[in-house]
């Protein structure tokens, strides 16, 4: 198995709702699919909103489920400032303000926000991961 | 916002023995960490492992939670055989087999497998989302 992830897929109530979501982000979804997904190419991954029921039918699970889910993603951004500026952006595209951002004890700076389905994201300034022209970020060698 | 993810946290019981199951797999964690948290290189984005206690904590959110998660994390193969390799390897890693691999009705071939902490991967064979070389997955134009 190479180390590598192709997809995150993020079980929603609404696609079409969800997929408005990061496009007011500012985000563009793949022309791909029937409306029943949505996939956002991310550099050399994909993000992908599929119903929640769907997902877990897909994988032949119930579901049903509560509470914390284990799981965040994170955005790292660019400047300290930044960092505010993305979660409000969150914020006014209908996610909920889950912790303001504040200094961290590693030396960085970061908020949480969840999205319309509860789906955790950490907007993060981090110094010592550094993030290339297209995005990509790298763990100091 | 750009289009983008930085790293996927998945938040596990024991980050030791997390981290060793996806060694075993031939992932390779970077020496950055104290312990408390793995990181692993994937392309241009970062997976890590935390526990769960703390990622919840970090996020100001109570541990708890139940069932389905919502979310599920893709690894697409290079050939449709390569499906039943993979999850082979990850059962002998001590994943637990979710749905053995089947033809998808979207022409793929695909199964699911959940790794210790029952966080969920696909395993999927997609003839339709070109690989490259180094791994990174492109959406048809």
Redesign the interface.
């Known amino acids: 198995?190479?180390?590598?992830?192709?997809?995150?897929?993020?079980?929603?109530a609404d696609v079409a709702r969800s997929r408005a979501f990061y496009e007011a982000?500012?985000?563009?979804a793949?022309t791909?699919g029937d409306g029943s997904v949505a996939?956002?190419?991310?550099?050399?991954?994909?993000?992908s909103l599929f119903a929640?029921a769907d997902?877990?039918g897909?994988?032949?699970?119930?579901?049903?489920?509560?509470?914390?889910?284990?799981?965040?993603?994170?955005?790292?951004t660019r400047s300290h400032d930044e960092v505010d500026t993305?979660l409000a952006?969150?914020i006014a595209a209908g996610a909920t303000l889950?912790?303001p951002a504040q200094e961290a004890f590693w030396g960085g700076y970061a908020g949480?926000a969840a999205d319309l389905?509860?789906?955790?994201w950490?907007i993060?300034w981090n110094p010592g991961?550094a993030?290339?022209e297209?995005?990509?970020?790298?763990?100091?060698e």
Not at 39 to 47: A, H, S, T, V
Not at 134 to 140: A, C, E, F
Request: glycine fraction near 12%.
């Open positions: 198995m190479e180390q590598r992830v192709s997809l995150i897929t993020l079980g929603v982000l500012g985000w563009t793949s791909l996939f956002f190419q991310c550099g050399g991954m994909i993000l929640r997902l877990a897909d994988a032949g699970l119930p579901a049903e489920g509560d509470g914390f889910r284990a799981t965040a993603l994170a955005y790292n993305v952006d969150m889950v912790k949480y389905d509860g789906h955790l950490e993060a991961f993030i290339a297209d995005g990509s970020v790298q763990l100091p």
